[in-house]
């Protein structure tokens, strides 16, 4: 064989392989790869989050106790040789009778401003420690104790991004934060919708109450609606998935996933799909719906009812 015919034929064989990788991940008809999820970057030593505050092991003397109704509450390295970075970081809280109770550990901790105040409407105080797993297992974890007789964890809540507990006039606590499990999904991470969800303690079981704040969600919603021409949606709704992808036209495809999620995390849930109906791409509403109803089956709210948390 000619020398130059051979080293032709070497090439074509090397890259057709991956020429055909890159036609098989361009040809995904679903666009949701479940390997892409939400993930902060894994911290280094000395780092720490940018959306939360955390004390161990940043801040100048974190081990200072704090009291509670007759505990005390500690923030402790964890043992100089651990070989799991999650531990580095404990939370231990000591009864009257000298009973100590590791309550949390995690590359970071931090002890909740919300702490001191009864916050799942037993009439008994409850502490909250805020945990930061360094993006070894992504991401953030709330444990939350009750001082009863004795201090037990009641629930522990996990997210991809930082909550916040917020103290009500009527002295309730909610707990507020972003669903990521939206993230990636359909619009790039830049410009991702992630539906926001509130949350709230029911004695040891986490209930959601976003359906209570529609009017927060509804000015969302008419905001994306005030936004979208009758040209961009007649273009949209003429549009095939496995044509483009939707990619010619993701400023469309994000607004209408505004009014869908919003009306989905607001508790309307039939009024999500009738919006979808109305302005999702007909021959592809089957493939979203199902999309959308599995994002949000393995999200924040997954937690939702689940019993107390082992200690």
Same mark, same amino acid.
């Given at each position: $064989?000619?020398r130059?015919? @051979?080293?032709?034929? $070497?090439?074509?064989?090397?890259?057709?392989?991956l020429?055909?990788?890159?036609?098989?991940?361009?040809?995904?008809?679903d666009?949701?790869?479940?390997? =892409?999820? /939400?993930?902060?970057?894994?911290? *280094?030593?000395?780092?720490k989050p940018?959306?939360?505050?955390f004390?161990?092991?940043?801040?100048?003397?974190?081990?200072?106790?704090?009291? @509670?109704?007759?505990?005390?509450?500690?923030?402790?390295?964890?043992?100089?040789?651990?070989?799991?970075?999650?531990?580095?970081?404990?939370?231990?809280?000591?009864?009257?009778?000298?009973?100590?109770?590791?309550?949390?550990?995690?590359w970071?901790?931090?002890?909740?401003?919300?702490?001191?105040?009864?916050?799942?409407?037993?009439?008994?105080?409850?502490?909250? =420690?805020d945990?930061?797993?360094?993006?070894?297992?992504?991401?953030?974890?709330?444990?939350?104790?009750?001082?009863?007789?004795?201090?037990?964890?009641?629930?522990?809540?996990?997210?991809?991004?930082?909550?916040?507990?917020?103290?009500?006039?009527?002295?309730?606590?909610?707990?507020?934060?972003?669903?990521?499990?939206?993230?990636?999904?359909?619009?790039?991470?830049? =410009?991702?919708?992630?539906?926001?969800?509130?949350?709230?303690?029911?004695?040891?079981?986490?209930?959601?109450?976003?359906?209570? @704040?529609?009017?927060?969600?509804d000015?969302?919603?008419?905001?994306?609606?005030?936004?979208?021409?009758? #040209?961009?949606?007649?273009? /949209?709704?003429?549009?095939?998935?496995n044509a483009?992808?939707?990619?010619?036209?993701?400023?469309?495809?994000?607004?209408?996933l =505004?009014?869908?999620?919003?009306?989905?995390?607001?508790?309307?849930?039939?009024? #999500?799909?009738?919006?979808?109906?109305?302005?999702?791409?007909?021959?592809?509403?089957?493939?979203?719906? #199902?999309?959308?109803?599995?994002?949000?089956a393995?999200?924040?709210? *997954?937690q939702?009812?689940?019993?107390?948390? #082992?200690?």
């Amino acid at each position: $064989m000619n020398r130059r015919l @051979f080293l032709a034929f $070497m090439s074509a064989v090397l890259i057709f392989p991956l020429c055909s990788g890159v036609l098989a991940h361009g040809q995904d008809k679903d666009d949701d790869d479940d390997k =892409i999820v /939400f993930r902060p970057p894994v911290l *280094k030593p000395g780092e720490k989050p940018g959306d939360a505050d955390f004390s161990c092991p940043y801040a100048k003397g974190y081990q200072h106790p704090e009291r @509670f109704a007759g505990f005390t509450l500690r923030l402790l390295p964890g043992p100089l040789r651990t070989k799991v970075p999650t531990d580095r970081c404990r939370a231990t809280i000591t009864s009257a009778k000298g009973t100590v109770t590791t309550a949390a550990k995690n590359w970071s901790l931090a002890v909740d401003k919300i702490s001191g105040i009864d916050i799942n409407g037993d009439g008994k105080t409850e502490l909250v =420690i805020d945990g930061y797993s360094g993006g070894e297992r992504c991401c953030f974890t709330y444990t939350i104790v009750g001082l009863g007789a004795r201090a037990r964890v009641i629930c522990k809540v996990e997210s991809s991004s930082a909550l916040t507990f917020e103290k009500q006039e009527d002295g309730t606590v909610l707990i507020r934060g972003g669903d990521s499990s939206f993230d990636y999904f359909l619009v790039p991470h830049e =410009i991702a919708v992630i539906p926001q969800v509130v949350l709230k303690m029911q004695g040891d079981s986490l209930i959601d109450v976003s359906a209570q @704040f529609q009017p927060e969600y509804d000015k969302l919603i008419e905001e994306a609606r005030s936004h979208l021409t009758s #040209a961009d949606l007649d273009k /949209f709704r003429q549009s095939r998935y496995n044509a483009k992808l939707f990619s010619d036209q993701i400023p469309t495809v994000r607004r209408v996933l =505004i009014i869908v999620l919003n009306y989905l995390y607001s508790g309307r849930e039939e009024q #999500a799909w009738k919006a979808l109906e109305e302005l999702w791409p007909a021959s592809d509403q089957g493939r979203i719906k #199902a999309l959308i109803l599995e994002r949000r089956a393995r999200g924040l709210l *997954k937690q939702v009812g689940e019993a107390k948390a #082992a200690q």
